[in-house]
Nanobody, 122 residues
């Protein structure tokens, strides 16, 4: 019904930058919150940043001042600009979106992308 496709991951040296994109498509009536999470090997998936449709952004303490989340609601796309990257930022990055799929349903369902690898070398 709804697909999220991430892009923009890759290998970068410490101190460098990357920009991730995530486009949602399919049966979409509206989207509330869109966000980014990450999962390093052997660790749980953690929040990186979220952005509600009409509210303030939320960041993990570890990325504040370095990462910026933004979205283009017309394109159902969320971005993550990552600056001053550190080796500890290495992880698979996942986007998600809370989607309302029909005018007759007021419920929102959370969908996830397949993930994109970000590797930061020291």
């Amino acid at each position: 019904q709804v697909q999220l496709v991430e892009s923009g991951g890759g290998l970068v040296q410490a101190g460098g930058s990357l920009r991730l994109s995530c486009a949602a498509s399919g049966r979409i009536f509206s989207i509330n919150t869109m966000g980014w999470y990450r999962q390093a090997p052997g660790k749980q998936r953690d929040l990186v940043a979220t952005m509600p449709s009409g509210g303030s952004t939320n960041y993990a303490d570890s990325v504040k001042g370095r990462f910026t989340i933004s979205r283009d609601s017309a394109k159902n796309t969320v971005y993550l600009q990552m600056n001053s990257l550190k080796p500890e930022d290495t992880a698979v990055y996942y986007c998600n979106a809370d989607v309302r799929t029909g005018v007759l349903s007021y419920a929102y369902t959370t969908y996830w992308g397949q993930g994109t690898q970000v590797t930061v070398s020291s």
